[in-house]
């Protein structure tokens, strides 16, 4: 891996393919990036701890491909259970790269049922077509770095990690 990954990777905001790093005091996307190292932070914000982990999972997928380049044309069902909310996250994204690998998909569409410690959720997405996904980089992944899931000083909720890739 080079040193300055941060910037070998292309990173896709939701709307116009641009990098999708904010400042979280002005930001008004559903989802960010962070540097870590060599590594990538991911960021997803809600109304409700399922939206953040939605949106999160949007910011992971993202990190691979620009999501605009994907349809929903798949479903894959995902479940998981946790003691917590943060361990349940990172069991859900790593649920998710899972699913990605198994099933050589990607997805841009994510419906998430959280119910005390369990998730129950969908994730529409695509099979990997190396030409018109482009691949930036293959996920590891999620860490309990920088693991976080709360609420926002502005009453929105936050779930983020490091992803390893």
Not at 69 to 74: K, M
Not at 127 to 151: F, Y
Not at 153 to 160: L, S
């Amino acid at each position: 891996m080079p040193s300055n990954l941060w910037g070998a990777i292309k990173h896709y905001d939701a709307d116009d393919g641009s990098v999708a790093v904010r400042n979280v005091a002005t930001n008004s996307k559903p989802w960010t990036h962070f540097p870590h190292q060599g590594d990538v932070g991911i960021r997803g914000y809600g109304a409700s701890v399922s939206e953040a982990f939605e949106n999160a999972a949007r910011a992971m997928t993202s990190v691979v491909t620009p999501i605009a380049s994907l349809s929903a044309n798949e479903a894959c069902r995902i479940r998981c259970q946790a003691p917590n909310l943060e361990i349940l996250f990172v069991d859900w994204l790593n649920a998710i790269i899972y699913e990605m690998a198994t099933r050589q998909m990607l997805f841009r569409d994510f419906h998430v049922d959280i119910q005390g410690g369990a998730l129950s959720a969908e994730a529409y997405g695509d099979r990997v077509d190396v030409r018109q996904h482009e691949p930036a980089v293959e996920l590891k992944g999620a860490t309990m770095t920088e693991l976080k899931v709360g609420r926002g000083k502005d009453g929105r909720w936050i779930a983020q990690c490091v992803v390893d890739v």
